[in-house]
C-alpha cells in the first residue's frame, strides 16, 4: 500500500515561509495526481493546491501568488512552499496522491493520505 509521510510543519511568525514536502513510498508503477489540502479548527477540509504529472499546478484563490507546489517524480516527492504566511494559513495540512500500484500480482488503483502536519502562523 502507497504510504505518505508529510514533513515541514511548524511554528512561523506572520510573513515568514515553510516548505512543507510529501514522501510516497511502496511499489508505485505511476502517480497521476498529488495535492495539498488543508483543515483548520472547526472548517471543512480544503483544496490549497494540486498538480497533475507533467501537469500546470492549481491553487486555491486564498493562496495564489504565495503559495508554490512543485513535485519531484523520480523522487515521487511533492513539496509546498510557503510564503507570506497568514494568521488565516492555521491549518493541519495533507498530502494526497492519487495513482497505480503494483501489489505483487496486479496493479491497482490508490489513493492515499498523509498524516498531516501542523502549520501555525503567530503574529
Known amino acids: 500500500q502507497v504510504r505518505l509521510v508529510e514533513s515541514g510543519g511548524g511554528l512561523v511568525q506572520a510573513g515568514g515561509s515553510l516548505r512543507l514536502s510529501c514522501a510516497a513510498s511502496?511499489?508505485?508503477?505511476?502517480?497521476?495526481?498529488m495535492g495539498w489540502y488543508r483543515q483548520a479548527p472547526g472548517k471543512q477540509r480544503e483544496l490549497v493546491a494540486s498538480?497533475?504529472?507533467?501537469?500546470?499546478?492549481n491553487y486555491a484563490d486564498s493562496v495564489k501568488g504565495r503559495f508554490t507546489i512543485s513535485r519531484d517524480n523520480a523522487k515521487n516527492t511533492m513539496y509546498l512552499q510557503m510564503n507570506s504566511l497568514k494568521a488565516e494559513d492555521i491549518a493541519v495540512y495533507y498530502c494526497?496522491?492519487?495513482?497505480?500500484?503494483?501489489?505483487?500480482?496486479?496493479?491497482?488503483?490508490?489513493?492515499?493520505w498523509g498524516q498531516g502536519t501542523q502549520v501555525t502562523v503567530s503574529s
Open positions: 494526497n496522491a492519487r495513482g497505480t500500484e503494483y501489489s505483487g500480482t496486479r496493479y491497482t488503483n490508490f489513493d492515499s
Open positions: 511502496g511499489i508505485i508503477f505511476s502517480i497521476t495526481d
Open positions: 498538480i497533475l504529472s507533467g501537469g500546470a499546478p
